[in-house]
């Protein structure tokens, strides 16, 4: 089945550490996105990519890196420069034309 | 302002109401238009999508746009406690980044 793979599902840092997360797709799609949910707050857009070797930043890429040097994947480092990273990180792809977003299960990262 | 408002709820209903979920915005680009439910510690799985204004019905679900009065609304018939969930409305000009709304949360009571 093709779909979105996260990992780890539960994460856990402790301060001035970095970490990465894992984001992998089978569903050949080009555009991959990280996205990170706050209780009230909605999801905020971190980083994006539409193609290989090619990324930008959202509303809120501040203490966070991304790579993209395979089309399957798009991993996401929290740096010790973010400030407040405990939050429930979503990993998307999405197809050429329009059909919405597919999500990965998310990642929970919590600061210990 | 943001650029999309959504009530957060939490909205409880009994078994078999009808629904009501909304989303205004203020961006008049939005063409794409989408809604999203979420269970509790899982990703968002797309429900519904709808291209520029009118109505779209799938099984008890129906979608609504208003792009004059920049509305977008949700309809859930008979509602069963499956239904439980957070909805987030979703749109988009470009078909390249997706804006979210903050979700409102639906209880289903049996």
């Known amino acids: 089945d093709g779909g979105i793979t996260q990992s780890p599902k539960y994460l856990f840092r402790k301060e001035g550490q970095n970490v990465t997360l894992s984001c992998e797709q089978n569903?050949?799609?080009?555009?991959m996105y990280w996205y990170r949910q706050d209780p009230g707050q909605g999801l905020r857009l971190i980083y994006y990519?539409?193609?290989?070797?090619?990324?930008q930043k959202g509303d809120i890429a501040e203490g966070y890196s991304v790579s993209r040097e395979k089309k399957e994947s798009f991993p996401l480092t929290v740096t010790s420069a973010q400030k407040n990273p405990t939050a429930f990180y979503l990993c998307?792809?999405?197809?050429?034309?329009?059909?919405?977003?597919?999500f990965g299960s998310g990642t929970r990262l919590t600061v210990v | 302002q943001k650029e999309v408002e959504q009530d957060p709820g939490p909205l409880s209903v009994p078994e078999g109401a009808i629904v009501s979920l909304n989303c205004t915005y203020s961006?008049?680009?939005?063409?794409?238009f989408m809604w999203y439910r979420q269970y509790s510690r899982k990703g968002p799985e797309l429900l519904m999508y709808?291209?520029?204004?009118g109505n779209k019905e799938d099984g008890r679900f129906t979608a609504q746009v208003d792009k004059s009065s920049k509305y977008i609304s949700l309809f859930i018939r008979d509602s069963q406690p499956s239904d439980s969930a957070t909805y987030l409305c979703?749109?988009?000009?470009?078909?390249?980044?997706?804006?979210f709304g903050s979700g409102t949360r639906l209880s289903i009571r049996p």
């Open positions: 998307a792809s999405k197809a050429g034309g329009y059909y919405g977003y597919t």
């Open positions: 709808t291209y520029s204004s």
């Open positions: 990519s539409q193609i290989v070797n090619d990324f």
């Open positions: 961006n008049s680009a939005f063409q794409y």
């Open positions: 569903l050949n799609h080009d555009a």
């Open positions: 979703a749109m988009d000009s470009s078909a390249s980044k997706i804006i």
